[in-house]
C-alpha cells in the first residue's frame, strides 16, 4: 500500500511540472490553431539555458532569466516562422519540425551531443511512505503549480488575459473592438515558449540535460492536450496530472510499461468515445 | 488523365536509351568491381553522427578519421592509399540500413568499419552479409557475433557475453549474491539481462525479476521503485541521458546506501564522473579500455590520446566539454588496422579476394602496437569475437580507478565459443 501512495505522489509531482509544458502547448494551439512539434525542443532549450546560467549565476537566477529569455525567442520565432505560414495548419506543422531540428541540431552543434546533469539547487530527502524521495522534486511540482495558478489568473484577471480569451473567443469581433489581434497571438506564442523554457528549467536538475531532451517529453505533452481537449487550458492540466498518477498508480502493481501502453489506450478511448477530448464544454 | 500515347517510334527510342542507360551502368559496375586493383582502398565509416548515440558517434567517427590518417602516413594499406567515406546512420536501425547499402552500392566501400549502435548493428549485418561486405560491429549486443553473425561480421570488442564473463564473477564474490538488473527495453539491455542472468545463476546466486524501462522515460522514480530491498548487487545497463537520469535520480533516493552500484563500461561512456557531481560515486564499471593513461601506461597509448586530442585522466577533449567513449570507440580506430593486417597478410587486391581478407581476420593476433592501443587481442576464428583485456573499476573522487585487471587469457578460459562461423562457405 506504502508504494501504492508513494507512486501516486510521484506521479501527481511528475504531472504538475508536464502540465506547465503541456499549458504552453495548448494555449498556442487554442488561440493560433497551431500543433508545434517544436514545443518539446523549446523544453530542451530551457534544460540546456538553466543549466549554462546556473553555471555562472546561480539557479534562482537563471530559473526567472530562462522564461524571460523563452519569451523573447518565441516573439522572434512567432515573427520570422510562425506568422508567414499561419494561413495553412498544414503547413505550420512542416515549420515546426523543421524548427524542431533546427534547435536540436544547433544545440548539438554548439553545447555538444554530450548529456549533462544538473545538480539540484535543494539537497537532501525526506521519507515518503517507504521510500527516501527527493525534496527538490516536491519544490518542482509546488512551483509548477504556482506558476499554474497563476497563469489562470493572469489570463482572467489582466486586460492581456482578457484579450487572449476574447481573441480566442472571437477573432473578428475583438478586432472590431479594437484589441491588437495581431501583437495578442504573437504575445500568446511568446507565452506558449516560455512556459516550455520554464519547464525546462524546473526539470532540468531532475532530468538530464542534452539535444534530445525535448524529443520524449513532446508526446506526453501531446497525450494531456488531446485528452484534455484541443486548446482547453484547464482540461490539459487535469489530463496532465490524471495520466502521471494513473501511470503512477499502475506502475506500483505492473510494470512500469504496462502502465505508459494503458496511457496510451486512455488517450485512443478518448479519441473514440468523446473525440473533442474528456473535458469538452468546460470552460476555455 | 494524360494524352500522352506513345507511338511505335517513340517506344523504341526510349527502349533504346533505357537499355544503353542499363548497359553503361553495368559496365560501370563491373569496373568498380574488378578494376580497383591499383586504386585507392575504400573503408566505409556506419557512424551514428546525429540521434541518441551521438555523443558515442562522434568519437567513432573521430577514431576512424585519425585511423586512416595515421595508416596514410605510413603509407597506406600495401602500399595503396585509403579513403574512408562516412555515413550517418542516425542512431536509427531503419537509416543505418540504407546508409551501409549506400555506402557498399554507391560509394563502393571494399570493407565497412561499423556501427556502435546495437540496434544498428544487428539490422546492417544481413545487409553487408546480402552484399558480401566485412562488417565491423563496434556495439555489444552478443548476436553480432553470436546467434546473428556471418562469416562476414567481427567484432573486436567485447559483447555481453564477455562483460558478463569479465565482470560478473568478481562482482559476485565481492560485491553480493542477490542481483536486480535494470536496463532500457531494447536488444542490448535484454542481452545483458540474458548473459549475466544465466552467469550469476551459475555461479549459484540468486537474479530477481528484471526491471526494463522504456527508452523515453525520463522519470526513473517508478522504475526504481521497484528494486526489491532485499538486492545487493544493482547492475545497471544504460547509455547517454539516461544513465545521467538513473544516476542521478537513484543517488537521490539514497540506492548506493543499501546496495552496491554495479555496471558496464556503456553506461559511464561519453560522461567524465566528475561532472555527475557525486552521483557516479562508488559505482563499479566494467571498462575495455582504462579511462585513465597510468592503468594501461605505455607509449602506444600515450600516443593514442595525443592523436585524439584527449586528457590522460578523464579522456575529455582539449578545449570543449567532450569526453571520449573510450570503452568503445577504440574499436573504430583498431578495426582499421586490423584490415590492414589483414589485407597485407591476404594479399588481397580487389573484392574477388574478400575471402583471403577473411580467412586472414580469422584467428589473427593484433600485437599492442600504435595500431592497437588498447592492447595484444585474438579475433577468435570461431566466433569472429575479440578477446581482450577487461578492468574493473571504482568512481573515486571522480576518477575511473582499476580495481583488477582480468587478462584475455582469464577470459578466454571462461567464454568458450558458442557458434562457429568460420565453417560457413562464403
Given amino acids: 500500500m506504502d508504494l501504492v501512495i508513494a507512486l501516486t505522489i510521484n506521479g501527481l509531482v511528475w504531472g504538475l511540472i508536464v502540465a506547465l509544458i503541456a499549458l504552453g502547448l495548448s494555449i498556442i494551439f487554442g488561440l493560433l490553431d497551431i500543433i508545434n512539434v517544436a514545443h518539446g525542443d523549446f523544453f530542451m532549450v530551457g534544460t540546456v539555458l538553466a543549466l549554462v546560467i546556473a553555471g555562472t549565476t546561480g539557479f534562482w537566477i537563471a530559473l526567472v532569466l530562462v522564461p524571460l529569455l523563452g519569451l523573447a525567442m518565441g516573439l522572434v520565432v512567432e515573427r520570422l516562422i510562425i506568422r508567414p505560414t499561419i494561413s495553412a495548419a498544414s503547413l505550420t506543422i512542416v515549420t515546426t519540425f523543421g524548427l524542431s531540428m533546427i534547435l536540436q541540431e544547433t544545440v548539438r552543434a554548439t553545447f555538444g551531443a554530450q548529456p549533462r546533469r544538473m545538480a539540484a539547487p535543494i539537497q537532501g530527502t525526506i521519507p515518503l511512505f517507504g521510500l527516501e524521495y527527493d525534496v527538490y522534486r516536491l519544490f518542482a511540482a509546488a512551483f509548477a503549480a504556482l506558476c499554474i495558478v497563476a497563469f489562470f489568473l493572469f489570463l482572467s484577471r489582466t486586460t492581456l488575459g482578457t484579450w487572449i480569451r476574447a481573441v480566442r473567443q472571437d477573432r473578428e469581433t475583438a478586432t472590431a473592438l479594437g484589441i491588437p489581434v495581431v501583437r495578442v497571438c504573437a504575445f500568446t506564442f511568446g507565452l506558449g515558449t516560455a512556459m516550455a523554457l520554464l519547464g525546462g528549467a524546473i526539470a532540468a536538475p531532475i532530468t538530464t540535460v542534452e539535444f534530445r531532451t525535448g524529443v520524449d517529453i513532446l508526446p506526453v505533452s501531446f497525450m494531456a492536450v488531446v485528452i484534455g481537449g484541443l486548446g482547453n487550458l484547464k482540461g490539459t492540466v487535469a489530463a496532465a496530472v490524471l495520466l502521471a498518477v494513473l501511470e503512477g498508480l499502475i506502475s506500483s502493481f505492473a510494470d512500469p510499461t504496462l502502465a505508459r501502453i494503458t496511457s496510451l489506450a486512455v488517450m485512443c478511448m478518448v479519441l473514440l468515445v468523446k473525440p473533442r477530448g474528456l473535458f469538452a464544454g468546460a470552460t476555455r | 488523365m494524360s494524352k500522352y500515347q506513345p507511338d511505335r517510334r517513340s517506344f523504341l527510342s526510349h527502349a533504346l536509351a533505357g537499355g544503353v542507360a542499363a548497359g553503361t551502368s553495368y559496365l560501370g559496375l563491373t569496373r568498380d568491381l574488378y578494376a580497383q586493383a591499383s586504386g585507392p582502398i575504400i573503408l566505409g565509416s556506419h557512424c551514428e553522427l ?377
Fill in chain 2, 50 to 426: 546525429t540521434g541518441g548515440f551521438a555523443s558515442w558517434g562522434y568519437w567513432h567517427d573521430k577514431a576512424a578519421k585519425a585511423a586512416v590518417q595515421l595508416v596514410n602516413e605510413q603509407g597506406g594499406i600495401a602500399g595503396r592509399k585509403v579513403e574512408l567515406i562516412t555515413e550517418d546512420t542516425e542512431s536509427n536501425p531503419a537509416t543505418g540500413t540504407r546508409k551501409l547499402r549506400s555506402l557498399i552500392e554507391r560509394n563502393g566501400a571494399n570493407f565497412i568499419v561499423g556501427s556502435v549502435h546495437s540496434g544498428v548493428m544487428l539490422s546492417a549485418i544481413p545487409v553487408a552479409t546480402e552484399l558480401k561486405t566485412v562488417y565491423f560491429s563496434a556495439g555489444e549486443a552478443t548476436e553480432a557475433t553470436g546467434s546473428k553473425g556471418t562469416r562476414y561480421s567481427f567484432r573486436t570488442g567485447t559483447d555481453t557475453y564477455a562483460l558478463a564473463a569479465a565482470g560478473a564473477p568478481w562482482a559476485f564474490e565481492n560485491l553480493g549474491k542477490n542481483w536486480t538488473i535494470i536496463s532500457p527495453d531494447y536488444a542490448w539491455g535484454h542481452s545483458h539481462y540474458q548473459e549475466h542472468k544465466a552467469m550469476v545463476e551459475r555461479l549459484g546466486g540468486k537474479v530477481n525479476d528484471p526491471i526494463f524501462v522504456p527508452l523515453d522515460a525520463k522519470d526513473m522514480v517508478p522504475y526504481l521503485a521497484k528494486i526489491p530491498q532485499e538486492t545487493q548487487v544493482l547492475f545497471s545497463v544504460f547509455f547517454g541521458a539516461q544513465s545521467i537520469a538513473f544516476y542521478t535520480q537513484a543517488k537521490s533516493m539514497g540506492l548506493e546506501k543499501t546496495m552496491k552500484m554495479y555496471s558496464i563500461c556503456g553506461t559511464m561512456e561519453a560522461i567524465a564522473p566528475a561532472d555527475l557531481q557525486g552521483a557516479g560515486e562508488g559505482v563499479y564499471i566494467v571498462e575495455n579500455f582504462p579511462r585513465v593513461l597510468k592503468y594501461k601506461d605505455d607509449e602506444f597509448h600515450r600516443e593514442h590520446n595525443k592523436r585524439m586530442g584527449i586528457d590522460d585522466v578523464d579522456a575529455r577533449e582539449a578545449n570543449s566539454q567532450r569526453v571520449m567513449a573510450k570503452s568503445h570507440a577504440w574499436q573504430s580506430w583498431e578495426n582499421v588496422f586490423a584490415l590492414k593486417n589483414a589485407i597485407e597478410k591476404s594479399g588481397w587486391k580487389s573484392k574477388n579476394d574478400d575471402k583471403l581478407v577473411i580467412e586472414a581476420l580469422e584467428g589473427m593476433t593484433l600485437p599492442n602496437s600504435l595500431g592497437h592501443p588498447q592492447g595484444t587481442k585474438i579475433l577468435r576464428r570461431e566466433d569472429h569475437s575479440g578477446m581482450v583485456d577487461c578492468y574493473i573499476s571504482r568512481v573515486e573522487n571522480g576518477k575511473l580507478e582499476v580495481k583488477k585487471k582480468v587478462t584475455k587469457e582469464d577470459l578466454i578460459k571462461a567464454l568458450p565459443p558458442r557458434f562457429d562461423f568460420s565453417k560457413e562457405t562464403i
